[in-house]
């Protein structure tokens, strides 16, 4: 067992947009991710998602509306939930996701990341 430095595993992430995972926890998978700019619309099926921004402004889009999430927030996006994800500015983000939750839902695109390195 050891603790885990956010801010440490967060500085190794050179890209936008692009997972690394940090830890698992049961069937989940602890990520974190730099995001900016917008991503796509997209749903998973089967998966809810948790956003937990440290550090940045998260706009996060839904059909019917928007939230934005503040450092310190999360959000929680159930499945089937169409989403998209804006940062206006870089976002740093906290992801708890099962395993099987492929970044780009039900897309596949330049964006998705099939295979996740662990930092």
């Given at each position: 067992m050891e603790a885990i430095n956010?801010?440490?595993k967060l500085a190794q992430v050179n890209e936008y947009w692009s997972p690394r995972i940090v830890g698992e926890l049961n069937d989940s998978y602890v990520k974190v991710v730099k995001l900016k700019g917008e991503f796509i619309?997209?749903?998973?099926?089967?998966?809810?998602?948790?956003?937990l921004v440290v550090a940045g402004r998260l706009k996060m889009r839904f059909r019917d509306g928007e939230i934005a999430v503040e450092p310190g927030e999360f959000v929680i996006v159930p499945k089937g939930v169409e989403h998209?994800?804006?940062?206006?500015?870089?976002?740093?983000?906290?992801?708890?996701?099962?395993?099987?939750?492929?970044?780009?839902?039900?897309?596949?695109n330049e964006r998705t990341v099939a295979q996740l390195e662990r930092i």
């Open positions: 956010l801010r440490k619309w997209h749903h998973h099926e089967h998966e809810d998602e948790l956003f998209l994800p804006v940062a206006e500015e870089e976002v740093q983000i906290v992801l708890f996701e099962p395993k099987t939750t492929l970044n780009t839902g039900n897309v596949q």
